[in-house]
């Protein structure tokens, strides 16, 4: 029987403060898993705009995850991101910790994917501390530079997994890195027209207190088009390579919510990862979209032997509803069917 992974959820609390542009949601999403049993999640999402900056910015926002599972299994996730006056700035904070199972299916495209064993994957649990600083400002209109620090510690708690993997010893990884943006979207939440690209390179050493050397560059290029009213393209092309000694647990991934829907994230591991994806919206009903999304990708150990032939491809259909009409904030129903597996997902916010 091929994997799905059902959530379903229930709108416990909202509360809108409109006269101040504030807005305030909790949802409880009681879940099952196969790799933690029965599940709790809470997600939490509180939008504001400062008075200090102008009515046209982008509001703030501040996500709250919390999970608990059967299995006393647990995540705690908070992010940040803070918007400046005129969007001349931009701030990201983002801590979590995470102790949940997972599945390694092997590193590149040589693996086995299917519900045959040991298609489902060796299970291993991976305790992390994760923090991630980024910070930009506006050089021209629309285009920023930053910087970002990226800091994780990571224990390996048990594993099935067979033979020795870069970072199976867990250990602690720190980077710092700088990146170069383009964005003349019309909204960060649900762009309908405009560009977003950025180019980042990261630089993890001992230097910064890390207990491995590697790099990490990525390219995320996206253009969105409005051909009728209510009616919207999205493209993405995604890009990234690491050189060193990177850790399976942060080498590029396919799958998941965000990137080839339909396969388990992490399925398709390696050190490069390149993928296209595009998606068709149409909304409805004020609140409501219907969307069609399909997507292709591979992974590969250097990012110049990348070829069509180890290309994965996936498709489907989701249902998204705005809980904020203003800013477009919306909790999505995808889909995601491919050659080998399914997936049902609900997630607060869009791909992409």
Same mark, same amino acid.
Request: net charge negative.
């Given at each position: ?14 509360? $809108? ?13 009681? $879940? ?24 046209? $910015? ?14 006393? @299994? ?45 298609? @489902? ?114 493209? @993405?092309?995604?890009?990234? $390579? ?111």
């Amino acid at each position: 029987m091929k994997k799905i992974i059902l959530i379903i959820s229930s709108v416990f609390l909202s509360n $809108a403060a409109y006269c101040t542009d504030d807005f305030f949601i909790i949802v409880p999403a009681p $879940a099952y898993m196969p790799e933690t049993g029965f599940a709790l999640f809470v997600e939490g999402v509180y939008k504001y705009r400062p008075e200090s900056v102008s009515p046209g $910015a982008n509001p703030s926002m501040l996500q709250l995850h919390l999970a608990y599972t059967q299995m006393d @299994q647990s995540e705690a996730y908070l992010e940040f991101n803070g918007y400046g006056a005129n969007n001349s700035s931009f701030l990201k904070a983002v801590l979590q910790y995470k102790k949940f199972p997972d599945r390694f299916f092997g590193i590149g495209n040589n693996v086995i994917i299917t519900d045959d064993s040991p298609g @489902q994957g060796y299970l291993y649990t991976l305790e992390t501390f994760h923090c991630l600083v980024e910070a930009h400002m506006e050089l021209v209109s629309h285009l920023s530079a930053g910087a970002r620090w990226h800091g994780q510690k990571s224990s390996l708690l048990s594993s099935a997994i067979h033979g020795a993997l870069p970072g199976s010893e867990g250990g602690f990884d720190s980077g710092l890195g700088a990146l170069l943006k383009w964005d003349d979207r019309d909204s960060v939440y649900f762009p309908v027209s405009g560009t977003y690209a950025v180019v980042s390179i990261m630089f993890f050493s001992r230097i910064f207190g890390a207990e491995r050397d590697f790099l990490k560059w990525e390219l995320d290029a996206r253009k969105y088009f409005e051909f009728f009213k209510n009616h919207s393209v999205s493209l @993405q092309a995604l890009a990234s $390579a690491e050189a060193g000694d990177a850790p399976f647990y942060l080498m590029n991934t396919l799958g998941g919510d965000k990137l080839l829907r339909g396969y388990y994230k992490g399925a398709l591991r390696d050190k490069s990862m390149a993928a296209i994806q595009a998606e068709y919206k149409w909304v409805f009903l004020e609140r409501f979209v219907i969307c069609a999304h399909a997507g292709i990708g591979a992974v590969e150990d250097e990012f110049l032997r990348l070829s069509t032939r180890y290309l994965r491809a996936s498709f489907g259909l989701g249902l998204r509803f705005f809980i904020d009409e203003k800013d477009r904030i919306t909790f999505r129903l995808d889909t995601g069917f491919t050659g080998d597996d399914t997936g049902l997902y609900l997630v607060a916010g869009e791909a992409f």
